[in-house]
């Protein structure tokens, strides 16, 4: 029998090796892959929130964290996808037009995939066109955008506004975040929230998915 308690720390420390050994283990054995999500892996996501919030875990923690998921999960998607198991919600993501840092944004991805949400990844440098038809098309509840320069900024109002011109703003969700965003500024520019970091990202988006 996997010991599926090696999941959850292997995952908390950052050990992709093990997650990953376990996590095939568990497969063989037929165990429900649900179960490894939600009962091993995502506390453990979420205990790695804990521990980055309150300064016991920094960026390079999260980053181990983050890919050991993300290496279980590649294993497990397929099998979730034909239990036919429905996602918290679906979200399209990406940093914004003009910005090329993306190691938030893939943290925000990572722990959003971690807490139940289906996630569209649309890399770094995406054109609010690129946001509207995406959103349009995988038919998303959320979209999170991110933004690491002052100057790129002004591309999440940009995007909202061709959000709102596409008629879409009424069943889409806009989420925002990176270091130089403010609560204020998701305010300002009409958002419906922001996230300072992955873990508030993923009580964010639970809220709004929720209303
Ligand atoms: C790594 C880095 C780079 C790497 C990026 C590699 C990559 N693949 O991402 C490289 C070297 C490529 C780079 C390039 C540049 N960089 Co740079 N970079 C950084 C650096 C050092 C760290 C950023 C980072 O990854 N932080 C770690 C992650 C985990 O944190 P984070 O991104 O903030 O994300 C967290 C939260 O913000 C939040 N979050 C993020 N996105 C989202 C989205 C949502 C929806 C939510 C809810 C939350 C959320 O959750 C995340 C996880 O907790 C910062 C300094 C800094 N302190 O931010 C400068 C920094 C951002 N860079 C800067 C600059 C100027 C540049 C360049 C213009 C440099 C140049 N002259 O070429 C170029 C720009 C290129 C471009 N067009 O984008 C400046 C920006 C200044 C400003 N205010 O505009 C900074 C602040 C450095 C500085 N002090 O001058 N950079």
Do not use: W
């Amino acid at each position: 029998m996997a010991d599926l308690s090696r999941l959850h720390e292997a995952i908390l420390t950052g050990d992709s090796k093990t997650a990953i050994a376990v996590t095939k283990e568990a497969i063989a054995e037929n165990t429900d892959p649900l179960e490894l999500v939600t009962n091993y892996m995502v506390p453990a996501m979420d205990e790695v929130g804990r521990r980055f919030e309150c300064e016991e875990y920094f960026v390079p923690e999260l980053l181990l964290a983050a890919r050991a998921m993300k290496g279980s999960l590649a294993l497990l998607r397929p099998l979730l996808a034909a239990q036919g198991s429905e996602p918290v919600g679906r979200v399209v993501i990406g940093t914004v037009k003009g910005d090329l840092h993306d190691i938030g944004k893939n943290l925000v991805a990572s722990m959003l995939e971690g807490g139940g949400f289906e996630v569209i990844d649309l890399g770094t440098d995406v054109a609010p066109e690129k946001f509207v038809q995406m959103a349009q098309e995988r038919n998303a509840n959320i979209v999170c955008l991110s933004a690491l320069l002052t100057v790129t900024m002004p591309s999440m109002k940009n995007t909202i506004e061709a959000i709102d011109k596409a008629g879409l703003r009424d069943r889409v969700k806009v989420m925002i975040g990176g270091a130089p965003v403010t609560k204020q500024y998701a305010s300002e520019i009409g958002a419906d929230g922001y996230g300072e970091n992955a873990n508030e990202a993923v009580r964010l988006a639970r809220t709004l998915v929720a209303k």
